[in-house]
């Protein structure tokens, strides 16, 4: 039965494809909409009722799907997010090709949902492949603009990358214990532990935008509003940062592993929060902050915590839907997403309060839900080290600074506002039940639903939020003083990943581009030398041999054919004289005996007594001399 959770929306997102050409805005967001509400129930089924799943795939490998405490709340998570989201998609995305676009985000969820309740390798890389292609084919939807199918393809490679250490972990556990299962880690020992532990860093770093990765989700805005949305929010790039916490128990007992995780994930989270800092692009900024925030929950998986990273999903997964959706809107009014030219808080003042909560979510304000699980990776990183926790702590002061830069351009009260149509409600509708989804959070605060994290020190908490407020500050200032940063000059190139696009291009790419052309060229000169000079024999003893062929044989077969011509004409005069000859000889010799019978037929008896004397006399001397 929990296969179904996977199925259902796969399977109906399949059909939109290719039977919803031609449908109504109307009828497509209420397939997407409905498909996600059945899918919200059978999650909600399928955790009250325990369910699992077998499929074998053969006699020594299966299928399995199951659920964890953790894997349950991000089954649940997804259908809640998607669902707002799919039905803005219907209303605010271009008309042509909408059908194939709601299609492929129902494809996109059940891909993630099958990823979600996987219980081995195998089962992971189907839903994990099924995701990344559905990315490519999302972020490459409007295909008429030229640059768009090229990022798909650059977001598609980098995270297929990634995902060779998936394939080598799954490897890696095969050869150790003859199987696939998540349990089975626990067996794997020595070399064959390290390479599937980090085989799944890897992969998961990848998807979910970490350093050296991330400079992908920059390239992954070239797709609609409603994709970037999901993508960031609830499926692709969060599932580097589920894996890791759903495998964190098995993979921890790697040497070196967890503190490999801190290090990717305090690293992307510090140097995300300065790019989206001075990052000018509307949706640019948001993914950088996405990489930032991805970054903290690899750090409180690695410090030993991974419910709390799964706790911050969910508040991430809320509010980062929320602005991507208000980003979208404010983008398409003005029709471009750069910051300093939105100031869209005159022409959609709904739209502004609720991108505000979002906002005030993504700084890390208390009483906000995602202040609470902010505070809590703080606080897991604390127990290992407080100067760990003091980064994360800077990593929270970004946050604050990246938000309020955000929302203070893309919705303040700017005078330059052009007039726009009125917004659809239903795009108003979504964005307002993600903004009560992260404003409801908020009772993570109180103490009988508080959940079960690790105590904060005093200290931690006051110089987080000192920070949180100098961050808020530091964000006014740059937009109301520098509106502009990040357009032109070092500030630019910053904001471009602090030059890691060049460092990848030129650090990685540029070689391996030398190195295939230096391959290439071995490969015609050296390794084809001994092909082409056999094909150049094979030519020259092919001419070789036609030319015998036309000298000797054809000269030989032309000879017969003249002889027998000549036979031939010899036979015909020779026949003829033969054949007509012998017949003509015969009928005159007949024709001469015929007359030398006639002369003896006279007539006169005494002429036949004396031949028939002479005949007997004959007879009589042969008889006396053969005696």
């Not at 998607?82 to 059940?110: D, T, W």
């Not at 394939?167 to 349990?183: I, N």
């Not at 032309?558 to 015909?572: I, K, P, Q, S």
């Not at 003829?576 to 003509?584: K, M, T, Y």
Request: hydrophobic content about 55%.
């Amino acid at each position: 039965m929990l296969w179904t959770l996977a199925l259902l929306p796969a399977l109906i997102g399949a059909g939109v494809i290719f039977a919803g050409a031609g449908r109504s805005r109307v009828v497509l967001g209420l397939l997407g909409g409905g498909t996600m509400a059945a899918t919200l129930a059978l999650a909600v089924a399928a955790v009250s009722g325990g369910w699992t799943g077998v499929l074998p795939w053969n006699e020594a490998l299966r299928l399995t799907a199951a659920l964890t405490p953790l894997s349950a709340a991000v089954a649940l998570l997804v259908p809640v997010i998607a669902l707002p989201i799919l039905v803005y998609a219907s209303a605010h995305e271009h008309r042509p090709g909408l059908s194939q676009l709601i299609g492929l985000l129902l494809v996109f969820v059940g891909g993630m949902e099958l990823l979600v309740i996987a219980d081995d390798l195998l089962t992971l890389l189907i839903g994990w492949e099924l995701v990344g292609a559905c990315s490519w084919a999302l972020i490459g939807h409007d295909w008429r603009v030229r640059d768009n199918p090229r990022s798909g393809l650059y977001a598609f490679v980098v995270t297929r990358f990634g995902d060779l250490g998936l394939f080598a972990a799954a490897m890696a556990l095969y050869a150790g214990t003859g199987g696939f299962g998540y349990d089975r880690l626990a067996d794997l020992e020595g070399p064959l532990l390290h390479v599937a532990a980090f085989g799944v860093l890897l992969s998961a770093a990848a998807k979910s935008g970490q350093v050296p990765f991330a400079p992908w989700l920059f390239r992954a805005m070239a797709g609609p509003t409603s994709v970037s949305a999901l993508l960031h929010a609830a499926t692709m790039v969060a599932a580097g940062a589920y894996l890791l916490a759903r495998l964190q128990p098995e993979l921890s007992a790697a040497a070196g592993w967890s503190g490999t995780v801190i290090g990717i994930g305090l690293a992307t989270a510090l140097t995300g929060g300065v790019v989206a800092c001075l990052q000018p692009h509307a949706k640019k900024l948001l993914a950088a902050s996405t990489s930032a925030h991805y970054g903290l929950m690899f750090v409180a998986v690695g410090a030993g915590y991974p419910a709390v990273a799964v706790l911050h999903l969910i508040a991430h997964a809320a509010f980062k839907a929320l602005l991507f959706l208000a980003a979208g809107s404010a983008g398409e009014q003005a029709e471009t997403f750069a910051l300093h030219r939105l100031g869209m808080g005159r022409v959609l003042p709904v739209m502004a309060v609720l991108s505000a909560v979002g906002a005030l979510a993504l700084a890390g304000v208390p009483p906000l839900g995602a202040a609470f699980t902010k505070e809590a990776v703080v606080t897991a990183a604390g127990h290992l080290s407080p100067w760990l926790a003091g980064g994360v702590m800077v990593a929270g002061g970004l946050s604050a600074a990246y938000a309020a830069r955000f929302h203070l351009l893309a919705y303040g009260r700017s005078r330059e506002a052009p007039e726009a149509p009125p917004q659809p409600w239903t795009e108003r509708a979504a964005a307002g039940a993600l903004a009560l989804l992260t404003l409801g959070l908020s009772v993570l605060w109180l103490p009988g639903l508080r959940p079960d994290t690790p105590h904060a020190p005093l200290w931690e908490v006051v110089v987080s939020v000192l920070l949180i407020g100098l961050g808020l500050l530091v964000g006014t200032v740059l937009a109301r003083r520098y509106p502009k940063a990040g357009t032109t000059g070092a500030p630019a190139e910053a904001a471009e990943w602090l030059g890691l696009p060049a460092l990848l291009r030129h650090g990685i790419a540029r070689p391996f581009e030398r190195l295939s052309a230096f391959a290439g060229t071995v490969d015609d000169r050296v390794i084809d030398a001994l092909p082409r000079l056999v094909a150049r024999l094979g030519r020259w003893l092919a001419g070789f041999i036609g030319r015998g062929d036309r000298r000797v044989v054809d000269a030989g077969v032309r000879a017969t054919a003249r002889f027998g011509e000549w036979l031939a004409g010899v036979g015909d005069r020779i026949g003829e004289a033969v054949s007509d000859g012998l017949p003509e000889g015969t009928a005159r010799l007949v024709a001469f005996s015929g007359a030398d019978a006639r002369r003896l037929q006279t007539g006169m008896s005494h002429h036949y007594y004396a031949l028939l004397a002479g005949g007997a006399v004959l007879v009589i001397v042969t008889i006396i001399a053969l005696s």
